[in-house]
Structures are given as structure tokens and as C-alpha cells.
């Protein structure tokens, strides 16, 4: 007979069984510490009542896509037209072929002959959902929208001369938090700032554009302008500007939003729709004009002394959206009182292909209405 190994092992189905029927029942003895608190005269409170009460807050990689309507409502600003400020377009002046052939050029360096290469978004096909493309490698459109908007800015430089260059500075990556209540309610708004400029001295008012009587708020009711927004638990009230107080460029001058067609996306996996980018280019202009608002006027400023005006543009490396926002108060509250102003003009392409056909390089339809609006932008004092 073959003697076998003792295992001493126990069935686990059992043991656990085992344990949920002796431990299951138990019920707590009393530790006497509540009487022993009760007699020295310290009060016994439910833990649950000193938890912070929850906030909206709006991460703006994703949450801030809830359409042009709800950010309206949410900062409380009025769309003046679908144009730019008269101030601005009286700066846009022709360019000359000269002008045109050297963008071009920069087009083909910053969309065609960048080293990089990454694995780009995957394909979907909404016929064929199953279907897998080829995955392919190339240029993404944050690396683009860098390189176009970087070489914009030097030959706007070059055209302004040196006097005008010294006034601005550009600022990479800038990290801007900002709080503010609306209806009772705590917001805090987190954003970094792809690019920005900086001036030294803070863009005039729109002076031309006050009479904002024909325009009214959209109506979402029943919804909540706040419905979408992130809630949670854990947060610190910080209001930080990426500038010292010190800084002769304190002055928020023109913001540059890179669209990032992989972190900018829908819950619901549905396409960013034109209204939402639009949304977008609105909620940064605000939180940028809000936090240099704090930074010259002091936390608990509320009507500003003088308005705030920023110019954005917003890019993926092919299509621009140009606007310029006004802030004239941080009290957010319903729709009464001083308003918030934006401007907004449709989105233009810059080109319409730029890729290699027959392994030769191609860049066809430039349009230089792009490079104008830029150029008007930087120009603006």
C-alpha cells in the first residue's frame, strides 16, 4: 500500500461559510465610551454632518461639452454677435503673396515634415462599427496646432517690429484655479492653458459694442446650468494665477486652445459637435478672465472697476475659432444685473488637405483669412 502525503488543507467554500455564520451574528458589546464622554460633559456627534457638502467641479477635458447654451447660463454672458468686435476687424489688413508663400512653407514644416510619429486616433466607421482600420502613424493634432501657432506668433513678431514684441510674452502651460458661487452652490474650475499671451498693458473694453438690449439669455429649464458638473467631496478653495503680482505682464491678452480630439470627447462616445468646441473656447476665455480678475482686483471683488477682455483662438491645426470675451462681473448669479459679453465669428480652415499624395507633399486651399484674424489679435493694444 502507498502511503501519501497528510495536506491538512481545509475546503475554502466551507471555511468561508463557516466563519459568515459565526461572525454574521454577532452584535457589538457596549464600550461604555459614550457614557464615559457623556459624564465629562463632551458631545457626541454623527461623523457624517462635519463631511464637506459636495461641489461642481468642472474638469475641462471632458465636462465642460455641454453645449454653448449651458455655458452662457453658467457664466452669465451674452453672445453680442457672430462677429468679431469692430475694434478688431478694423485691424485686419490684406497680407501680400510674399506673406502667403512663407505660411505656406510653414504649413508643410508643421504638418507634414515634423519628425514625430505616434500612433494616431483610431478610425471608426459609423456604417461599420466592427470594422478595424489600419492603425497608422503620423503628426497628432495637439503636435500641429503647437508648431502652426509657435511659427504664427514669430511672424507676427517679425511684422510688429521690436516695440510691440517687448510688450508681450508668451506662457506655456499655465495653471489657473478659480472659485466662485453660483445660486449657493461652490464652483471650483481647474484648467490648464495650452499658450497664452501676456501683456503689459490690459486690452481696452469694447466700447462700440455696449448695447446689448436685442440679445437674451437661452432658456434650458427645467435643467440646471450646473447638472453636468462633476461633484466631489474632496477639494481646496485656491484661487492661483500662473503670473506674480510683481510681473509687469500681468495682463491676460490672448488665449490659444489646443484641441485634442482624444481627451476632449463625449461620456456618451458621441462626436464633439461645432457647438460644444464653441462652449469650450467660452469657458476658458472666462476662467482666464476670472482668475486675472482676482489677481489685480483681490479675491472678493464681485462688478469688476474695469472689464476684463481676452482674445481666444482655438485650433486642432486645421480649423480656427476666433472670439473675444469681456468680463464685466464674477456674480454669476440668474441673468439679472451687469452681464459678461462674448463675441464669436465661424470657424475657418486654414487649408483644406496637407498630407503626401504619391509621396509627394501636398498643401491645397490655403486660406489666409486665418492668418489675418492672428495677426489682428496680436496687433491689438
Known sequence: MKLTQVLCKQHLGRMIK???????????????????????GIEITDAKEFLKKPLAYPRLDREELFGLDQAQLLTKTLIVKDTLPDDVENLVEDTTEELDNLLTQIIYSSSIFDAQQVKLPKKKD??????????????NDVRKSYNLTQKMIQVCESLCGLELAQQRQIIHNGLVKLSLEKENELLIFDSTMDMFLVSNKGLKPMENDKDTSHVTFPDIYPLSPIISLHRDHFYQVVDSYPISKESPWANLH?????????????????????NQLLARSLMKSFIGAAACAKHKFGNDVKDLPEPITVQCVQTNGRTFHFSVFQLNTLNIDGIDGKCNLWWSMPQLNLYEKAE???????????????FKRILAFYKNN
Open 356 to 370: 503626401y499624395e504619391s509621396s509627394k507633399p501636398v498643401v491645397t486651399n490655403y486660406n489666409p483669412e486665418v
Open 18 to 40: 463557516r466563519h459568515w455564520f459565526a461572525h454574521g451574528q454577532q452584535i457589538l458589546g457596549d464600550t461604555l465610551t459614550e457614557t464615559a464622554l457623556a459624564s465629562k
Open 126 to 139: 459609423p456604417l461599420r462599427p466592427a470594422w478595424v482600420f489600419r492603425r497608422e502613424y503620423g503628426i
Open 254 to 274: 490672448t488665449l490659444f486652445v489646443l484641441h485634442d480630439c482624444e481627451k476632449v470627447i463625449n461620456f456618451t462616445e458621441l462626436p464633439v459637435t461645432e
